[in-house]
């Protein structure tokens, strides 16, 4: 499961906090210690692993504790099936989240509209339904006629690859287009909205998501085009003032220098892979979550609402 | 030469100027007519086979209007004569001018600078020397050390195949990023001076270059990163007051949809593939040119400079 968080096969905040979630059930099921303490020991190995694979998206951190802290009991069996239970806890609310993110979120979409998206935050990213596409869906499902404008997302392309493919199984019409296409397509009046997702909320709202969304939200706001972000709660990092303490994960440099199989610059070239940038607060319109919408600078009163 | 420039096998607003330049030499030599009129009528076609090709790049039609303009004489020889040093002579004025871009733009230059860059304005794009990379260039020349950032720009990727090769070839450091990285790489302080190159520049100084270009302004507008547009003064339109009246070319969706020979998103998926994006004025500190440097809402005196 580490494996397939740290290598892409599994990936967007929501999606790889509960893989890592069933990955120490995973971890769980398989240990044959029988001593508490040495079945505790083997969990907090395993969820070590499972935290060093991506350091940007908070939900990973966030998943990995909150089973941790249900592993209590006083046998092994007993323990493993209170990881289990908070494992499924889990994968129900995310999805219950989705659905009200949705639901929140749909009261911005009217008729008509043209809705910019960046990378995946869709069902792919997610459990079921999605953060940013989920006021998406939720409209399409009211019989709204919208269209949605699906940036490819180098280096990626998990825009082209996967919110393309959740679009086009639900039938909403879409149209890709460069990561750079931006400027022209909101001087054009062609977008309506903006929705991206998150993988780190600070308390002061600024947010870190799949690098390039900070540019997009810069010609938003000269175009007057709203720019909202859609996450559950599960994505604030309560701990953090701002987000200058978010770490930004680099990748490696052959995910720009190669494209499909092919290197594209000279042999030797050298690459810059930031695989996120960070939206300052000021630049967001408002944030989506299953408690409603909120200034990013209120987003830290969800707090209160959080058990 | 049409179908070079369409296909851009030639590209960059100066070469496919040159080329063009060059293709009605190559009607002129093919012409087997012996009519002066049933010549130039000739030579007209082949003119407008030409400006056909590609309609952004104010240079195709400057270049191809100033040989029709040369295409004088009382015989068919003559004429062809006449055509071939005015080709001759634009190839030798371009690369002056060039080598002045690059003198004038070096003052911005200083050491240990990082610059970025977006697409390719280099030899590969005009006739030898380029425009935006001429000012680095000469910077490289006079000893500066210095190092480029530079724009992937996706879809047709002419940063990672050209101006990777360009620097490379002549020993300048450089990084490859995906063309979304700028508000990362402008926000962690990582970019000095961009200087890109232009398609078509309004008498306003509204400039068309490459998808991409306007958003990369935006950001480096947020950080006060200096933002300069390089290019002779055959990439001014002293006919359009603003940039409304650029066309904008929309080139085939499958330049987006498909990387290297793969279909990347599901069968039937749509694109939108703007080749270029206009930057106001306003965005940009100043415009180099053979004649020195202007502030954009001055680049229209430069007319006073031309023959």
């Not at 911005?108 to 995946?120: D, R």
């Not at 939200?217 to 175009?223: C, G, I, N, S």
């Not at 709203?226 to 995910?255: G, H, N, Q, W």
Request: proline share 4%; net charge positive.
């Amino acid at each position: 499961m580490a494996e397939c968080i740290k290598n892409m096969k599994i990936r967007g905040a929501q999606a790889i906090g509960a893989a890592a979630a069933l990955g120490l059930a995973l971890a769980a099921i398989e240990c044959k210690k029988k001593e508490a303490k040495e079945f505790l020991d083997f969990l907090k190995e395993a969820a070590s692993l499972l935290k060093s694979t991506r350091p940007t998206a908070v939900n990973l951190f966030w998943a990995v504790d909150r089973v941790l802290g249900a592993a209590i009991g006083n046998s092994t069996a007993e323990i493993r099936r209170n990881i289990i239970k908070e494992v499924e806890q889990i994968i129900k609310e995310e999805v219950e989240c989705n659905l009200r993110i949705g639901k929140h979120g749909s009261t911005l979409i009217e008729n008509g509209m043209q809705i910019q998206t960046h990378c995946n935050a869709g069902s792919l990213a997610t459990i079921w339904y999605g953060t940013a596409l989920a006021p998406i869906y939720r409209s399409w499902q009211e019989g709204k006629r919208i269209s949605v404008i699906v940036d490819e997302t180098r280096p990626r392309l998990q825009g082209a690859r996967l919110t393309a493919w959740e679009l086009k199984r639900v039938g909403i019409p879409f149209l890709i287009v460069s990561d750079s296409a931006s400027g022209y397509l909101m001087s054009k009046g062609l977008v309506d909205l903006v929705i991206v997702g998150a993988d780190r909320i600070a308390s002061n709202g600024d947010v870190a998501n799949k690098i390039g969304t900070y540019p997009l939200a810069l010609v938003a706001k000269e175009h007057g085009v709203p720019f909202y972000v859609a996450a559950s709660s599960s994505t604030i990092d309560f701990s953090l003032k701002s987000s200058e303490d978010i770490p930004i994960e680099e990748r490696s440099a052959d995910e720009v220098l190669f494209v499909g199989e092919k290197l594209i610059p000279p042999r030797g070239s050298k690459a810059l892979n930031p695989a996120f940038d960070v939206t300052p607060a000021k630049y967001i319109r408002g944030i989506i979550t299953e408690f409603g919408m909120f200034k990013p600078r209120q987003i830290s009163k969800i707090k209160r609402y959080k058990a």
